[in-house]
């Protein structure tokens, strides 16, 4: 029973935090991919800076700023919302930053392979830049938006420390599946942890077999 909560809330938490972090990352990508401002590699470090800080080290500053003493966790209680560290907001908080490269690194490579020519194209048409977007710029990026869902879902999945430092490991609460993998092998139940482990490795070799095959699907034939 306690693993099969791990997974639903590992589920739950993956699910959420791919959709918020598309809804957030498709603007920053694209900002990315178009701006000319000096500006640009100060965005692009920082939403790169998960991929090299240690996820502990992340975790920690998040509690930090996420603690009820904090910057963000104070003025959420001071709007009469509920604690955000060992909470699921939190959790959804804290996975969003930890997965934000994993989208936004995707879109913005996306974007710049639709280049300008499409772009152009439909202005002469007298398309708007918001129908620019949605009907040439999002059609043609669909590869990417593919990519950055399926590896924000699944590094969400994974996702350890950053979960252990501000979530905890409360059963029915915060529990997901890395850390019921650290329960069980804290009790030496080496059984229960196979079983999780192995599941999560065919899940991860099911979502780069997606990823790499749906790809070549776009890949421009050699002559």
Request: proline share 7%; no cysteine; aromatic share 12%.
């Amino acid at each position: 029973m306690g693993d099969a909560a791990a997974v639903w809330l590992t589920a739950r938490l993956a699910l959420t935090t791919t959709v918020l972090l598309l809804i957030v990352g498709t603007p920053v990508a694209w900002w990315l991919a178009r701006t000319r401002s000096r500006l640009r590699p100060v965005v692009e470090a920082v939403t790169a800076l998960p991929l090299v800080l240690p996820p502990t080290v992340l975790g920690f500053y998040l509690l930090v700023l996420l603690a009820p003493a904090g910057l963000f966790g104070g003025a959420w209680a001071a709007l009469g919302g509920d604690r955000l560290v060992f909470s699921f907001p939190g959790l959804v908080l804290g996975s969003m930053v930890y997965s934000l490269p994993f989208v936004v690194q995707p879109l913005h490579n996306a974007f710049l392979a639709v280049g300008d020519g499409p772009l152009e194209a439909a202005a002469t048409l007298g398309a708007s830049p918001w129908d620019r977007f949605r009907t040439v710029v999002l059609p043609l990026a669909r590869p990417g938006f593919f990519t950055a869902a399926v590896l924000s879902f699944a590094h969400t999945v994974g996702e350890f420390g950053v979960v252990l430092m501000i979530g905890g490991n409360i059963p029915g609460r915060t529990r997901v599946l890395s850390t019921a993998i650290y329960s069980h092998v804290e009790a030496l139940d080496y059984a229960a942890a196979h079983r999780l482990a192995g599941g999560l490795l065919v899940f991860a070799f099911a979502v780069l077999l997606a990823v790499y095959a749906f790809g070549r699907r776009f890949e421009t034939p050699r002559l």
